[in-house]
């Protein structure tokens, strides 16, 4: 039982963004959208300007409570709450055993940046991890995926009652199908000096009445525990309270920050870029939380409805609501960046692809509550290569990009790359035969009848699919000869793309840290380049 060598750490910009993400970090002038980009000191500069004009320390301690500091993090964040300092922030829905690999990539992101900034603006700057706990979506929190020994894909899923409300992940319990599930999740980890670790941690932490967040912000502590960070919990009462002024803001002009929203949306796709979340007319950006689960409150005529229950509000019932039982409210995906900020001095926001292309739609909802969007970043790609991985790239003269593929297409190519010099030159000289042979052949009928060219060009075609296909067989019978060749392109395109997807957004990090231990989480963060380097200048985004 012993530990084997770290991974070697691929990281560098996404590479799964869309158009959208791929111009920003191009540097392409989006000023439309966002209020900097993240090359750009003086992004982080004007907004860090503009935290320190609106949030004094009485409106930094309305949360305080609700903030834990992890780590060494307790000094910077008792100075960030007496007013002299600011957060980069990031956040994410809980998952089983943490999620995937993306989740604490995001956290090491937002720390390497905070220790940049801090440097940068010489202030202190901490990195605050929000735990969405509002967010009910059940069966996108209910699985996690790791490799089993011999490089499958097992995805492993806690199963509950088809008929249960849609509660908030943070009221939502786990129910006696966990147990199973960590008893798979057992099965698939290595055995190391660290795994027994792993197990202890998750044997404590999901349990049936243990709820969805609970059992994730464990995991976020086991994972990133000694790191400089801070976490907060979006559910926290005190966060409730201190975001009610918001949604209130927002309930009694709904109809007007919907058409903002719309028009920003219109201004996107107008751009060329599509948009990330689709806006409907009548959609408020306000939940409404009840027994029944959590519900989105939609527009009418007369007030209110709830969109699932059809339950009827009347708009001064709704802001009675909000000021006296704040806790039966939450926001949704796009007005949950602006609640961030007003709660918390955040001059930067570390996201996934998606949440940095709705950032764009958000602008002008952000400036109806007179706030500066945050500066987005864009969090790193990382790919971890394993070292039986590396060998068979290398074996192959591949990299680890090139593993992408649908495997079968993947196989032949590299099949193709190691035929036999005289297969490929007799195949090439079957394809110039047909092409030269009909085409002179089609030129000498010219005279005889102009009408022969067609079933003459028709042969050839014909002649080349069998010349394909008989290359196709030949590829198949040497698949069969490479069958441990074969084996070893699987294993390897499984660990780096499984399923087709990019590993960080699939694979689990216990299964790593039960391998490699806690110094991976080191080694990952240290990889990670958050400098801002001077490339584009913009201040936006542009509301009427």
């Known amino acids: 039982m012993t530990a084997a060598a770290g991974p070697h750490i691929l990281a560098g910009p996404l590479s799964d963004g869309g158009a959208l993400i791929r111009d920003y970090a191009a540097a ?46 307790a000094d910077r964040l008792q100075r960030i709450i007496a007013g002299d300092g600011f957060f980069v922030t990031t956040g994410q829905q809980p998952a089983l055993f943490g999620g995937p690999l993306y989740t604490p990539y995001k956290i090491l992101a937002a720390i390497r940046l905070a220790d940049v900034l801090e440097r940068q603006l010489a202030r202190p700057v901490l990195a605050l991890f929000w735990i ?24 492993i899923t806690v199963h509950a009652d088809g008929a249960a409300p849609a509660l908030p ?17 057992f099965e698939l980890l290595p055995d190391t000096p660290y795994s027994a670790g792993i197990r202890e941690h998750v044997r404590t932490a999901y349990t049936p009445d243990a709820t969805v967040a609970s059992s994730f912000t464990a995991t976020i502590r086991h994972l990133l525990g000694n790191r400089r960070l801070a976490i907060v919990d979006s559910g926290d009462r005190a966060v409730r309270r201190a975001a009610a002024p918001v949604l209130r803001r927002e309930a009694e002009s709904a109809a007007d920050n919907i058409a903002r929203v719309a028009r920003q949306t219109a201004r996107l796709i107008a751009a060329g870029y599509r948009a990330p979340v689709t806006v409907a007319p009548d959609a408020s950006n306000i939940m ?101 991985t590396a060998a068979i790239l290398e074996r192959l003269g591949m990299q680890a990009s090139d593993v992408q593929l649908p495997f079968d297409e993947l196989a032949s190519r590299v099949i193709r790359r190691g035929l036999p010099a005289d297969i490929e030159a007799s195949l090439a000289a079957i394809r110039e035969s047909l092409h030269g042979g009909y085409a002179r052949l089609a030129d000498a009928t010219e005279a005889v009848d102009p009408t022969l060219r067609g079933p003459l060009l028709a042969a050839r075609d014909a002649g ?13 019978h040497m698949r069969r000869r490479e069958e441990v ?48 380097r001077f490339v584009a200048s913009w201040a936006g985004p542009l509301c009427e």
């Not at 780096?496 to 991976?520: A, C, F, H, I, W």
């Open 28 to 73: 392409h002038d989006l000023s439309p959208f966002y209020t900097g980009h993240p090359g750009d000191l003086g992004a982080y500069v004007r907004k860090a300007d503009e935290v320190a004009g609106r949030m004094d320390p009485a409106t930094r301690a309305r949360v305080a409570s609700a903030i834990q500091p992890l780590g060494d993090a």
């Open 132 to 155: 969405g706990s509002d967010d009910h979506d059940w069966n996108e929190a209910n699985h996690a995926t790791l490799l089993d020994a011999h490089a499958y894909t097992r995805r």
């Open 169 to 185: 992940l943070g009221d939502r319990v786990w129910g006696p199908d966990v147990g199973r599930a960590v008893g798979e999740l």
């Open 288 to 388: 409404l939380h009840d027994g029944q689960g959590r519900d989105r409150l939609m527009l009418t005529p007369g007030g209110w409805t709830t969109r699932r229950q059809r339950r009827v509000v009347a708009t001064t019932e709704l802001l009675h609501m909000i000021g006296a039982e704040p806790d039966r409210f939450s926001p949704n995906v796009l007005l949950r960046p602006v609640v961030e900020s007003a709660l918390f001095p955040t001059i930067a926001y570390v996201a996934g692809p998606g949440e940095a292309s709705y950032f764009a739609q958000i602008g002008c909802l952000f400036a109806a509550h007179g706030i500066l969007p945050p500066v987005v970043v864009p969090r790193p790609g990382v790919t971890l290569v394993e070292s039986k």
């Open 464 to 476: 080349l699919m069998r010349a394909n296909r008989t290359e196709r067989k030949i590829i198949t």
């Open 485 to 532: 060749l074969m084996e070893q392109l699987r294993r390897a395109a499984a660990n780096l793309y499984p399923g087709g997807k990019s590993q960080e957004r699939v694979l689990n990090m216990l299964y790593y840290t039960s391998r490699y231990g806690p110094d991976l989480i080191d080694a990952i963060g240290a990889a990670l380049d958050m400098e801002p």
